[in-house]
């Protein structure tokens, strides 16, 4: 059950309310509207008046519910009328009017609008015009002349309606913690659906100032690469003339005076606003660390390794800068990979930014790497591989993503920790995806017959429980190509193999082969060590790990 808060104001705030209410809606979407409750249940009901001008009882009902306000003169507040939609979920029962009326009175009173017993609280209607939702209209003047009393009101009427989800069997929404982006409106998505958008204004801004986030170093590149995909900027200028804000719209999105719709970035989302996106381009400014030369695959997917650790190991900042520096990489993702997993990568990318965000403060620099190797991943996506970086980096952010859902629970997060399961579908599938092709050309290429006996005597000696399952998997010849291309670049099979093995468990993988063939593929590309340390290494026994807590979950499995 969602409710939602819209304060109105101006002399004819109430009159235009009760109007649109029994109105027939912006898409003529309005069926029966009626009243379900008031707050002296007696009050003039334009949808059933059947012997009446329906614009006359408006007017009445306008009229009535002013009253106190209009008793107030100038002295009556800025904002006079409080709206509050409240919709079931699509799969929830058909509720009655009577229960919608009681759970009317149950927002009312928890907003303290008309708390339980007042007689002279707010006046306020609930209006039915559909079988999935109602409308609440209070004016904000109590009938004593006083006004409400409706402190933190939008976190008392999430609180309520999620007792009224347990209380009458409804979908259960996680509670949040305030950080969520706003949502659209029911406005916008008429609006995006008649110009033949498959999502809002709202959302394809969000994503394309997030991308131009992620993919720019510097401030003047951030609003240059908006420029490139048609986003119009309009900036806050302060006194001094140093902007201290900015505004964002979309090509052809325009109001009914023609005029272009912005959206302050604080509204597309809290991390969207000037000051905080000039925070998150100050840790990728070159100044500060610049990195090694490489190959920028190797350096994503060995900082994306390292974001287990964080969450387990680091402060709680570093682990949301870490967090937030992830769900960077995902919103560039899709820009370079291949146009059968770029639907499936942008859906991973949506769903973990409600992951990105909560009420500790991140700390971006700790995640500079990442953010700098994805960019260069961005600025020349052909350049690199052939399609094994992207599966191994995928590889290792569905561990990240099972970290951070385990991080998110234990500091009850709960919409993010949701978020996080739900990115987690959407990259098994992208994962599944790019693999096959990989894997085949991997196989493709196996070693001799003997050169896998002798990898194969390995395994069996060091994980004699998966040997079995790993020697008869379809990945084995793909596992097999890749120690021999490790052992014909100067590393010790043996070595690479133990290596791979201790760095997590196989128990809870899906295809401990392939789990093995992207650990060995990324620790034989490093550069191979002398005789000397090859010596040191193979004395070394490597501690075979234990199951993390994030990992009980089925999600992680591939």
Same mark, same amino acid.
């Given at each position: ?95 009655? =009017? *009577?229960?919608?009326?009681? @759970?009317? /009175?149950?927002? &009312?009173?928890? !907003?303290?609008? #008309?708390?339980?017993?007042?007689? +002279? ?76 958008? =498959? *999502?809002?204004?709202?959302? @394809?801004? /969000?994503?394309? &100032?997030?991308? !131009?986030?992620? #993919?720019?170093?510097?401030?003047? +590149? ?77 350096? *994503? ?258």
């Amino acid at each position: 059950m969602i409710p939602k808060i819209i304060l109105g104001k101006g002399p004819n705030a109430t009159r235009r309310t009760i109007g649109y209410l029994f109105g027939k809606g912006r898409a003529n979407e309005h069926v029966d509207p009626h009243l379900v409750a008031s707050w002296n249940d007696f009050a003039p009901d334009p949808g059933r008046s059947p012997h009446r001008d329906p614009k006359e009882v408006e007017a009445q009902l306008a009229a009535q519910l002013d009253q106190p306000v209009k008793m107030l003169g100038d002295k009556a507040p800025k904002y006079t009328v409080w709206h509050c939609p409240i919709r079931a979920a699509p799969e929830d029962p058909i509720l009655t =009017d *009577a229960q919608w009326a009681d @759970i009317a /009175r149950r927002i &009312v009173a928890a !907003a303290g609008i #008309a708390p339980e017993g007042d007689e +002279e609280a707010c006046r306020w209607v609930a209006v039915r015009h559909a079988d999935d939702h109602i409308h609440i209209a209070a004016t904000l003047v109590r009938q004593d002349g006083r006004r409400s009393q409706r402190d933190h009101d939008i976190r008392a009427v999430q609180r309520e309606a999620r007792q009224i989800e347990i209380d009458y069997g409804l979908r259960r929404l996680k509670p949040g913690d305030g950080t969520a982006a706003k949502h659209p409106t029911s406005k916008e998505h008429f609006k995006a659906k008649r110009l033949g958008q =498959d *999502a809002t204004s709202r959302e @394809i801004l /969000r994503m394309r &100032v997030r991308r !131009a986030m992620a #993919a720019a170093s510097t401030e003047a +590149e951030f609003f240059a690469l908006l420029e490139a995909t048609g986003v119009t900027v309009r900036l806050k200028l302060g006194p001094s003339g140093d902007a201290l804000g900015c505004n964002f719209a979309l090509p052809g999105d325009t109001n009914d005076k023609g005029e272009p719709v912005f959206y302050a970035g604080s509204t597309l989302a809290g991390d969207l606003s000037l000051p905080k996106i000039r925070q998150r381009l100050a840790t990728t400014a070159p100044e500060p660390v610049a990195i090694r030369p490489g190959n920028p695959w190797h350096q *994503a997917i060995a900082a994306t390794e390292r974001i287990p650790h964080h969450l387990t190991h680091s402060n709680d900042q570093v682990a949301q800068g870490q967090l937030a520096a992830l769900g960077a990489a995902f919103d560039l993702l899709p820009l370079t990979a291949p146009a059968t997993v770029q639907a499936e990568l942008e859906r991973a990318a949506v769903a973990f930014e409600r992951a990105t965000r909560s009420r500790i403060a991140a700390d971006h620099a700790s995640a500079r790497v990442l953010r700098r190797s994805v960019q260069a991943i961005w600025k020349d996506p052909a350049g690199h591989g052939d399609g094994a970086g992207l599966a191994m980096l995928l590889d290792v952010a569905l561990t990240a993503v099972a970290y951070a859902m385990h991080w998110h629970r234990t500091r009850q997060h709960v919409q993010q920790q949701a978020a996080a399961e739900q990115t987690l579908i959407h990259l098994q599938t992208a994962y599944a995806q790019i693999t096959g092709p990989v894997l085949a050309d991997l196989a493709s290429r196996a070693p001799t017959p003997q050169t896998k006996r002798r990898y194969a005597h390995h395994l069996q000696q060091a994980i004699p429980e998966h040997a079995d399952r790993i020697l008869t998997d379809p990945t084995w010849d793909a596992l097999a190509t890749v120690l021999a291309e490790a052992e014909a670049t100067g590393h010790n099979p043996t070595t690479v193999l133990d290596r791979a093995l201790s760095q997590r468990t196989l128990d809870d993988a899906h295809s401990p082969a392939r789990a093995l063939t992207w650990r060995v593929r990324r620790l034989g590309e490093r550069h191979a060590p002398g005789p000397r340390a090859q010596a040191a290494s193979a004395r070394q026994v490597p501690e075979r790990p234990a199951v993390p807590p994030s990992q009980e979950h089925q999600g992680r499995r591939r």
